[in-house]
């Protein structure tokens, strides 16, 4: 029986989510542990260092049937649940994600609510044609919803890469910050 599988958010032991990516992948299971590239200031030197971008967390591209399993491996704590149910990660999320982390560094995440904004869509840079509510505008750091994990991923693009999506589908290329606010 061939089950459909989904993303799923693993809770892991605190600084384990490098280990239990690995541990997955030599089970031969999908999974993806974010890397974030962070530049850090010492007093002689500043260094480039890699790290979970989600402390605690990895996802894993599994069928509901394997979930119990995943439990069982060492490091990991249990599955991010959503109304008692295992919460399922939309792969365009996943996607937005690896798309976020590929072109930026230094990104930092923000514990958030749902907010209701106006839709965009990415219309030149790394995020091309992805599609978002916008949260805020502040200078050049634009601010991209993650929903389902109740996340802001921040990161600093050019204004003019963004075009605001209309409710009926039409766009507006080049529309300023005051306009975004009025509908």
């Not at 693993?10 to 490098?18: A, D, H, I, N």
């Amino acid at each position: 029986m061939n089950e459909s599988k989904n993303w799923y958010a693993v809770y892991t032991r605190p600084r384990c989510e490098k280990k239990v990516a690995e541990q997955l992948s030599r089970k031969k299971i999908e999974c993806y542990c974010p890397i974030n590239k962070v530049v850090r200031q010492w007093s002689d030197r500043k260094k480039v260092v890699f790290e979970p971008l989600f402390a605690t967390y990895v996802f894993v591209n599994a069928a509901e049937t394997e979930l119990a399993q995943l439990k069982q491996l060492d490091g990991v704590v249990n599955l991010v649940y959503w109304l008692q149910r295992p919460a399922v990660i939309p792969e365009r999320e996943i996607e937005a994600i690896r798309h976020f982390l590929q072109d930026n560094i230094n990104v930092t995440l923000q514990k958030t609510t749902i907010n209701i904004s106006d839709r965009v869509r990415i219309i030149s840079g790394p995020l091309m044609a992805h599609e978002g509510n916008v949260l805020s505008v502040k200078s050049r750091t634009v601010k991209l919803s993650l929903p389902s994990l109740g996340y802001l991923m921040i990161a600093e693009v050019q204004s003019a890469s963004v075009e605001v999506l209309l409710p009926r589908g039409l766009t507006m290329p080049g529309l300023e910050y005051p306009l975004l606010a009025s509908k």
